[in-house]
């Protein structure tokens, strides 16, 4: 799966994506993650990517000239346009099911605005999908394009060491984590919970789901009420 991100920050995803296990899937050629700096395609004689908002207002606002241009530079020779998403606090909120769809795609290209925005007309030209990390507004879309990278590469078939690790996750099967313990068994006084220690998998994995249950109808009830719903036979 490829991501070509257009950022004003591309030195940011260069040291960020090549760390742990999305660096790891760069290197076994599963993801790519191509960032793109949209000064290169400013055809102002300074460089410039922002101007003042017509209307007035404070803040800058990202030109469509730079942004247009890369675009279609990138996208010149694909037959195929792949799914630009913008990111930006008036998108569909990412979650883990937003990101399971977006992992079967082979290419998708994220935009990231800066200062207030972005000029409208690039949304209406380029975007097919705005998506929000949560309801915050942040300095740019670059920190939404990681996070959006990171959940979605995961899910990515080769890329986590099992497939089970990611279907036992939480958020996955709509429940909250259990808890997890490692050695020491005792630690400062504090014991694991013996049934943790008693090798019997079926009772474990009972206790397990029974946490799970209990974690999500105390923290996000929510999630819960959905969980619920679906499974209402078994509760
Ligand atoms: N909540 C998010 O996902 C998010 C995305 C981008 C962002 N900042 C850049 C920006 C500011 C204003 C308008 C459009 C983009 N802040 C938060």
Known sequence: MKFDVLTLFPELFNIVMRESIIGRAQENGIIKVNAINIRDYSKD???????????GGTGMVM???????AYNDITK??????????MSPQGRVLNQKIAKELSTEEHLILLCGHYEGIDERIIEEIVDEEISI???VLTGGELPAMVLIDCVSRLVQGVLASENSYSEESHFNGLLEYPQYTRPADYNGKKVPDILLSGHHANIEKWRTQQS???TKQKRPDMYEVYERTHKKNL
């Open 45 to 55: 004689k300074h460089k410039k990517v922002d101007d003042y908002p017509f209307g």
């Open 63 to 69: 030109t469509c000239q730079p942004v247009i241009d």
């Open 77 to 86: 020779d694909m037959t195929v346009k792949p799914k630009v998403i913008y």
């Open 134 to 136: 949560g309801d915050y």
């Open 213 to 215: 249950i209990e974690r």
